[in-house]
Structure formats: C-alpha cells, structure tokens
C-alpha cells in the first residue's frame, strides 16, 4: 500500500478531531511525516498544545493533546507491524516465481534472437568500436544508492506508570530517552529496482569511549551475527522488535547498517573500530569485502536519567 501523502487541510482537519477527543487519527504516519517538514503545520500543533493546556489539561494525564497524539503514532507502529509485508517487485517474482520464471524465459530468449538479428543485418554491423574512454564501466558496485533509513521512537511510562509516552528525534536526529526506556524502530529499505535487495541489518550503538553495543540482533540469542533479515520497505515500515536500552546515561551514536546477505560480528566490530579510530562519518563506514551492497545511516541517542 502507497504511503498517503497529505496537505495542510488534511493535516489540520486530523489535528483539529485529535484535539476534539477523536483518539482515532488516521493516518498518523502520513501526519507526522509532515509535521517533520512543513513548519506551519508543526506551529499548528504547538499552538493546540498549549491551548489544549491554558484549558485546564493535567500535563502529565492520559488525555491531554499530545498524550493522544503518542498514542495514535504508537498505534500505528503496532498496526503497521502486524500488517503482511509488502509484496515483492514483478521483476523480482519473475526470476524467482515457477510458472512466471518459465514465461520470462521464453521472452529473454526471443529477445536474444531478435537482438542477433539485427546485430547481424544492421546497419551499424561494420561500425567501428569506440575507443576505450567512451566504453562504458560499472562504477560504486560496494554500495546502494536506495533509499535506507531508521526513526527512532522512545517509548517509557508517565509519572503515574499508567499511561506509556512517545518521544521521537527532532530534526536534527537527536532523540532523548530515559535509560529504562524501550526503542521502537521504523525502517525505510528500499532498494533500486535492478539490484538485489539489501535483506539484512544491524543495530550498534557506539559509546563515547568506543565502547560498541549490539541492539540487533541482541546477544546472547545470536552471538555470532552482527545482523539480521530485515524486509524490503518502500515506506517507512515499524521492525518489529522491541529495544530496550538499560544502559547508564550518556550520548550514543546509533549506526544502522543494512546488507546484503548476513554480517559477521567479529568482522564488523573489527571495521567499526577502525572506522572510529580514524574519526570517519558515520555514513563513511567501509565494508568493502564483508558485504557485496550496503548502506550506512546513524542516529544520535542521548540516554537521560
């Protein structure tokens, strides 16, 4: 299913129910990705916030604006994640489907006789070669140039323990949570549609003194993978798994690294070290030989008290 793409009647009609008691929101991932990059729509929220409080609502209750608001993003992360996956490209089901693979056989085949054909009858059969320099070289084989991304969704109790909070990054990629927080995780992995997709991840977060910590997959259920499956998205897709952080306070830089095939933990956490030794980006991170694609994003973690 295509992911919603809303304007800003759409997205103050959605906040406007939301604000009237409607804890439905509909399409909440639609809402908050504009949220994210329309500054009005977002001034607009701060302001039903803030009336929602000059109003009289507890700060800290269940059913102020932007409790309801957590909990319709927090809603549709479940949601989302439950749902099927997304079905795989036709080109894709052609070269791994029985009956499809037996079709596309045949088409390749008469398109390489027709391609012979006028290889051989053309009138370009007695051209001349082009020099060397106009040849053309497969270039950045190591890499993806799909579209590869994780948000980050701290989950943790309010005052009471009875209603759960939601905190995302803001728009810089930092996002504060407490150290007995739960991570939720979104995952945009999309690939270019003439290459294999890239099928696994990692999750590391890496500490100030280097010190490297393995999210995903948690050891000890998997203590030698670095990584593990990961579906093909091409929308921003809740991974299914529950993070939990129980870890001291201090800032931690999260790298996602998406792959094709598996990863082996002792080689990357060798690659890590030398990556971070030499004080490289994140997205600079060099897995020439481990992987034949991959894709490197980073996320920044501040643990709170």
Not at 56 to 73: E, K, L
Not at 231 to 236: D, M, Y
Not at 284 to 297: F, H, I, M, N
Request: charged share 25%; glycine share 4%.
């Amino acid at each position: 299913m295509p992911r919603r793409h809303l304007d800003h009647d759409q997205v103050h009609l959605a906040l406007d129910r939301l604000f009237a008691g409607d804890d439905t929101l509909e399409d909440a991932f639609a809402v908050r990705e504009h949220l994210r990059a329309c500054p009005a729509c977002a001034l607009r929220f701060e302001e039903l916030a803030a009336l929602d409080h000059l109003l009289g609502a507890d700060p800290d209750g269940p059913d102020t604006f932007q409790a309801r608001y957590s909990r319709a993003v927090i809603d549709a992360l479940a949601r989302t994640a439950a749902a099927p996956p997304e079905p795989p490209p036709l080109w894709r089901r052609l070269l791994t489907d029985p009956l499809p693979r037996a079709w596309a056989a045949a088409l390749a085949l008469i398109a390489l006789l027709a391609a012979g054909a006028l290889l051989a009858f053309g009138p370009w059969r007695d051209a001349p070669s082009p020099p060397p320099e106009e040849r053309f070289a497969a270039r950045g084989a190591d890499h993806d140039a799909g579209a590869h991304r994780i948000d980050l969704f701290c989950v943790h109790d309010d005052a009471d323990h009875a209603t759960p909070r939601f905190t995302e990054a803001d728009p810089t990629g930092l996002l504060r949570c407490p150290q007995h927080a739960e991570l939720k995780l979104a995952v945009l992995n999309a690939s270019p549609a003439d290459q294999p997709p890239l099928d696994h991840l990692a999750l590391v977060a890496v500490a100030p003194d280097g010190d490297l910590r393995w999210l995903h997959p948690a050891p000890p259920a998997h203590p030698g993978d670095a990584s593990a499956p990961v579906p093909a998205a091409a929308r921003l897709r809740p991974f299914g798994e529950t993070l939990r952080l129980q870890t001291a306070p201090q800032t931690l830089r999260v790298y996602a690294i998406f792959s094709q095939g598996p990863l082996s933990r002792d080689d990357l956490a060798e690659r890590l070290r030398d990556h971070l030794q030499h004080h490289n980006p994140p997205h600079l991170l060099d897995l020439d030989g481990l992987a034949p694609r991959y894709a490197v994003t980073s996320r920044t973690l501040e643990v709170t008290p």
